[in-house]
């Protein structure tokens, strides 16, 4: 009878049944490893700058409404008049978060391409699936856990800058005038940060779960966008066809944009199709993206 090395081996205590929510370990683990470097958290840095930024630009906007609806200024009456009636002209929340999502759309997705690239190629390289998928877990679950991984950064590059500025803008508006009059932007800014991260991290995961190594990952999921973008972009400016534009999905985000804020700011005027268009094509991506995930990683599923 073999005997047992207490020193080496413990007595599992847990319990046989499968775990209800089996994705959270996945998911839990992927945020600690990937917080764990901190040097790449510097990413996070031109996101944060340019929310300061917007955001004082936001607050002094209302400073100067709130400044003119005080009394007049005997000093300055008719220059700070003209000032305050150009910046109600010239700043409005909405455009500045659309101009935040389009000058920091280059950085966010740098920082999905860093935390997504290795969720799926490294466990490919180093042989996890094995220890993964000797458990009771589905692809789904394995997939999801990796999902809502690349998500929080997602959302923390997106959303919360978003919802900095629409705080700074409720604060600091008269008699809460934001929410009042553009409340609805809060909402709309979490629909597009929504639809942002699930089709960037739809894409960036099919990419790793196609390669054998993060670095390969990386640099495919760059070359993924930009020829895209590049070959949209050269498309509607040979055949003079804006529909081209279609097969970029960075094109297709920034006309989503533009149709769920209802403004026009900070948009190139070759992106003016209908926005049907693009949540059919955005909706294509993501269905493919997943196809492409359900398809690799079902070889190492069976494994079982």
Known sequence: MASTH???????????????????????????TATKRKLPLLLFAPPAIATVIFSFVVYARFAIESGMGAGPIPSAGPAMAGVALLAGKLIDVRDQIVQFNVAMSFFALLIMAWYGSGLIAEDRRLGAHLLYFARPLTRIDYLLGKFLVLAFFGFVAVLVPGLVICTIAAFSSPDWSF??????????????????????????????????????????????????????????GLQREPMFGLLSLQGNLLRLSGAIFDTRAALPPRIDWNPTWSWLAVAAFVAIAWTVLCVRVRPAEVIR
């Open 6 to 32: 207490t020193d080496v081996y413990r007595r599992f205590l847990g319990p046989r049944t499968p775990a209800r929510r089996p994705w959270a370990p996945i998911a839990s683990s992927g945020l600690r």
């Open 179 to 236: 929410l009042k009059q553009e409340g609805s932007v809060i909402w709309r800014h979490l629909l597009f940060s929504l639809v942002w991260v699930i089709s960037i991290s739809s894409v960036v995961l099919a990419i790793s779960s196609l390669s054998e190594r993060k670095t390969f990952a990386l640099v495919g999921t760059f070359a993924f966008f930009l020829m895209t973008n590049g070959i949209a972009v050269l498309l509607a």
